[in-house]
């Protein structure tokens, strides 16, 4: 059986069997997928801003969906890495993954 997805919120649930349905090169993909870099120093930005109270309106709304991005794209990430496994390869760290 494939990895259950019984606990991941309704949102994200349809992307995600998607990704059942792909071959073993795009999964591989899909699991070294990454924020693109003006998206992922943006997102840092706004959140030190975040923690220090400082986020102007527009900001918490650009916060916002970044935050869902960065959900959505680690959700498919970890989904990708575990169909893998369970298609039977060997998942590396995350760091060795990413280089």
């Not at 840092?44 to 527009?58: T, V, W």
């Not at 890495?81 to 990413?98: D, F, N, Q, T, Y």
């Amino acid at each position: 059986m494939p990895p259950d997805v019984k606990h991941i919120p309704a949102r994200f649930l349809p992307d995600l069997e998607s990704l059942d349905m792909m071959d073993d090169t795009v999964l591989w993909q899909v699991a070294r997928t990454e924020l693109a870099d003006d998206k992922a120093v943006l997102y840092e930005d706004l959140l030190d801003k975040n923690r220090r109270d400082e986020l102007a309106q527009g900001e918490q709304e650009s916060l916002e969906m970044l935050r869902e991005e960065a959900d959505m794209l680690m959700l498919r990430r970890a989904y990708a890495c575990a169909l893998l496994k369970w298609r039977g390869h060997r998942i590396p760290p995350v760091a060795e993954m990413l280089s």
